[in-house]
């Protein structure tokens, strides 16, 4: 294939895409160029997290649009006639199993993508047409503590009361007042909203009411989020939550918030049998497609699922944009507006040029003429109405599942935090810049990094202030202390890439260097006290997570223990683990944007890298942004900042079509 083999020498595809491209040809033995390079972009495409190759945005055009080894991909038209024409792609809803399915607005699958985006849409479906019509008081003793599958509604009276007791001064469009009602009446919740708009203060609320309102017992609510640092954070909210809410919800005394990880959550069901009421899930967008199929094949029947998430931060690192996908369904901010940090707000379904947030769906671009019947136009809209052949858009089920939360209780909307993040949102690049350069307030800056040769500066320079003094600070220490902070700085540098002049990985090993030249770390000593350590990979037997952080410490002996701060042992106790049984890990003296999300600092510093560059864009940025509690440093060019507020992800998918396509008209 002489197309793939010029695309793969100038490195536009791995070599995976290249043998699956040759694969598919060999197995469909048609000889055209049409399938195996649809095959071998749809494999590409996954890996930049789409859910499939959008056909009709990518036909007919120079691909990739810049760079060399360029190739003009086929026409629309025929390229889909040649898929059609294949015995090995399977046509959407004909219930075939073949490696790639194509649907009828021109979207190519992954076979186990397409089987795990239509799982998604019919779990969240179930979930959001059952009314979980349930007795509030009618809870069965006598079944063990499971809900009863149907019943009456719960009275309004026994709820307004409850909510009245648990939102004091709330009026009842008060939307965290809403979000809870929402979870005694629907068996999915989904409870959008920025950082600081109160979204884990809600989730505690939810769980105070559906104990005090008989729909879930205490020891059956699971709490749960993608990353080990992600549940700590969540069951540490939650647990102070609770104290706050005693006094007013008593039944909450029987309740130990404790959080895991997706994946264990998920291991505990297929070893020992799920036990669960509700499921708690935070960090939403955090979800990619295949895991989110696990979660709603894992849920059982009758239990609640509530959703906490923000659809402007960055996306799964795995293939989807589920809670994009679903907040847009729902008519939730997912099209556009500010998540609760500035007054501004756009509803969904607003055009993806002007809404400025979130993951663009490329999705529906068809016609409802079926292959059967022939293509005679191209695939070009991708407007709900448009796949409608004209009609009125419909409405999702899911309208009345998802509430978003605008207020927001950490920044002053006019401060600068609030007022950077809002524009990044927005996608307004000058406001953007103008916060950062605002010389009244502090909370934000932008610092010049003109090229790599001051990257390595900006490192050793945060090596001498921040790294040194906690490693001196950890020299002192045997053991955790009993109080107060360890020794990591309440400060982290992010970094927009991973290696490259400008990466975390370059960053790194500048610093652990000058801490060499320093004196501070010794020659072959591994694992020196105060070495920030970072878990990347899950391990059952440490029941460590991918993206746990500790730090090295000695004991009273001298002997190393990595000290996680955000864990806990089986008593309750601080985690120690031994170097020895540590899972795959390294050093972090800056992490990646996608390694912090779900984390807060009371001090950030960001490098989103050159303007130019692929990755950083907005959503990667607005996450940077949100991760610093009191100040945040831009260090980069004013280009390269306006570059990432422009440059929105872009995510193929057909999720939102699915989720809407039990919909109602209006």
């Not at 916060?435 to 001051?454: H, N």
Request: aromatic residues 4%.
């Amino acid at each position: 294939m002489p197309v793939l083999d010029t695309l793969h020498g100038e490195g536009h595809l791995a070599d995976v895409d290249l043998h699956f491209g040759r694969l598919i040809a060999e197995l469909d033995g048609g000889g055209g160029p049409e399938l195996p390079l649809a095959a071998a972009l749809a494999s590409a495409w996954t890996r930049d997290g789409h859910a499939c190759l959008a056909l009709s945005e990518v036909a007919g055009r120079d691909w990739p649009r810049t760079g060399a080894g360029a190739v003009r991909l086929p026409a629309l038209e025929p390229w889909i006639e040649a898929l059609d024409a294949s015995p090995i792609v399977a046509r959407s809803g004909d219930g075939e199993r073949r490696p790639l399915v194509l649907d009828r607005q021109g979207r190519l699958y992954l076979e186990r993508l397409r089987t795990a985006e239509q799982a998604v849409a019919d779990g969240l479906r179930r979930l959001a047409e059952d009314d979980a019509g349930v007795d509030p008081k009618g809870l069965d003793a006598a079944s063990g503590g499971r809900i009863p599958e149907s019943g009456p509604r719960p009275e309004p009276d026994g709820l307004d009361a409850a909510l009245d007791r648990l939102f004091p001064g709330a009026t009842p469009d008060d939307r965290p007042r809403a979000a809870a009602r929402t979870a005694v009446l629907r068996r999915l919740c989904v409870v959008s909203g920025g950082p600081g708009t109160g979204k884990t203060t809600t989730a505690a609320a939810i769980v105070a009411l559906l104990v005090e309102l008989g729909l879930a017992a205490p020891d059956r609510i699971a709490l749960a989020a993608p990353t080990g640092k992600a549940a700590a954070r969540l069951q540490e909210a939650v647990r102070g939550q609770r104290q706050a809410l005693l006094s007013r919800a008593p039944a909450l005394e029987g309740f130990d918030p404790r959080a895991t990880t997706v994946h264990r959550w998920l291991l505990h069901h297929v070893r020992k049998g799920l036990a669960a009421d509700a499921l708690i899930l935070d960090e939403g967008s955090m979800v990619d497609l295949t895991l989110m199929a696990q979660v709603l094949r894992a849920l059982p029947d009758g239990a609640r699922l509530v959703l906490l998430g923000d659809a402007s931060q960055l996306a799964s690192v795995q293939p989807g944009s589920v809670f994009a996908d679903l907040c847009r369904a729902g008519g939730g901010r997912a099209e556009g507006g500010n998540g609760g940090i500035g007054p501004g707000r756009i509803a969904a379904g607003a055009d993806r040029a002007e809404a400025g947030i979130g993951e663009t769906v490329t999705g529906a671009a068809g016609t409802e003429e079926t292959r059967e019947a022939g293509r005679e136009s191209a695939l070009s809209s991708s407007s709900p109405t448009a796949l409608d052949g004209g009609r009125p858009p419909r409405r999702s089920p899911l309208a009345s599942c998802v509430v978003e939360l605008v207020h927001n209780w950490r920044f002053d909307e006019r401060g600068g935090l609030g007022r950077l993040a809002a524009a990044v949102v927005r996608g307004d690049a000058p406001a953007a810049v103008a916060a950062l350069r605002d010389p009244s307030d502090t909370a934000v800056e932008l610092r010049p990094l003109p090229d790599a040769a001051a990257f390595e500066r900006l490192a050793v320079r945060f090596a001498d202030e921040w790294f040194a003094p906690a490693l001196r600070k950890a020299r002192e220490l045997r053991g955790p202390p009993d109080e107060g902070a360890g020794p990591l700085p309440s400060f982290r540098v992010l970094c927009a890439h991973r290696v490259g002049p400008f990466g975390a990985e370059r960053f790194n090993r500048s610093v652990e260097r000058r801490l060499r030249a320093l004196g501070l770390v010794r020659a072959h000593d591994a694992f020196y006290p105060g070495r920030p350590i970072l878990v990347t990979r899950n391990d059952p037997r440490t029941r460590l997570s991918n993206g746990d952080t500790g730090v090295v410490l000695r004991d009273a002996d001298g002997r190393a223990q990595v000290w996680f701060p955000e864990l806990e042992d089986a008593e309750g106790g601080p985690r120690l683990v031994a170097p020895a049984r540590l899972p795959p890990h390294e050093s972090f003296f800056a992490l990646t944007v996608h390694r912090a999300q779900g984390s807060e600092y009371d001090e950030a510093a960001v490098a989103p890298g050159p303007a130019d560059s692929r990755v950083a864009t907005r959503e990667l940025l607005y996450t940077a942004v949100t991760r610093a509690r009191r100040r945040m440093v831009v260090y980069g060019a004013a280009e390269s900042v306006a570059a990432a507020v422009e440059r929105p992800t872009e995510r193929s998918s057909g999720l939102r079509d699915a989720l809407a396509g039990a919909a109602v008209r209006e």
